[in-house]
């Protein structure tokens, strides 16, 4: 079956601008994670979303990050005014259903780079 | 602050020989241990996970230790295979409670044919 989907696979971006990055997750997942990978570390959890719950947005590291989630499906991440430290692997994963023992399957990011 | 320490950060090892990668954490809180495996450009992908309530898994040629007074576990590959050239990541978290999982920063294994 399909895995999670993420669009672009690759986007640059002049600084100041803003951008938009999706996720399709598996069919029938109910918890949506998106995770920030910089060169060379691990992945930093941004946020967090399971089923019509209030999204968990403790690791959106400043305002400028945002993300939703429509229909219990696809999910945005946005950026706005990017600067250079966002520059960096945006992975996205789902899971059947919420929960850290239910294994989460990620796409294969969208690799930012910021100029 | 890194919640969970990874080394080493790079590893060379032979065809058939026994890799061996090690995590620390130190939140006490914590009760579940995956390990990730991912290949250049792509996303991690969940290779095997244990709790605290068992000393070691096995799956195939892959095992966690896991020493609870130490706040250590430990991913083995035994008889590694060029194929599994690729990054690890380990991983913690509580199961509940909590919503992310706390990685560590990754060691990229290299099996030599």
């Known amino acids: 079956g399909a895995g999670v989907s993420q669009s672009p696979s690759n986007k640059v971006t002049e600084k100041g601008k803003d951008v938009e990055l999706r996720c399709d997750p598996i069919?029938?997942?109910?918890?949506l994670y998106w995770y920030r990978q910089s060169l060379g570390q691990g992945l930093e959890f941004l946020i967090y979303?399971?089923?019509?719950?209030?999204?968990?947005k403790s690791g959106l590291p400043s305002d400028r990050f945002s993300a939703e989630r429509t229909g219990g499906s696809v999910s945005t991440l946005t950026i706005q005014r990017t600067q250079q430290e966002d520059s960096a692997v945006y992975l996205c994963?789902?899971?059947?259903?919420?929960?850290?023992?239910?294994?989460?399957?990620f796409g294969d990011g969208t690799r930012l780079s910021i100029l | 602050q890194q919640q969970v320490k990874q080394s080493p950060q790079s590893l060379i090892v032979q065809k058939g020989g026994i890799s061996i990668i090690n995590c620390a954490y130190e939140?006490?809180?914590?009760?579940?241990f995956p390990w990730y495996q991912q290949f250049p450009g792509k996303g991690p992908a969940l290779l095997i996970a244990?709790?605290?309530?068992?000393s070691e898994k096995k799956e195939g040629r892959f095992t966690i230790s896991f020493n609870k007074s130490a706040k250590q576990f430990s991913l083995h590959i035994m008889d590694s295979q060029p194929g599994d050239s690729a990054t690890y990541f380990c991983?913690?978290?509580?199961?509940?409670?909590?919503?992310?999982?706390?990685f560590g920063t990754g060691t990229r294994l290299t099996v030599i044919p």
């Open positions: 979303f399971q089923g019509n719950s209030a999204p968990d």
């Open positions: 994963a789902s899971s059947l259903a919420g929960g850290l023992d239910q294994p989460q399957h």
């Open positions: 991983a913690a978290s509580k199961q509940t409670g909590a919503n992310n999982l706390f």
């Open positions: 244990i709790r605290p309530d068992v």
């Open positions: 069919s029938g997942h109910t918890a």
């Open positions: 939140n006490t809180a914590f009760d579940y």
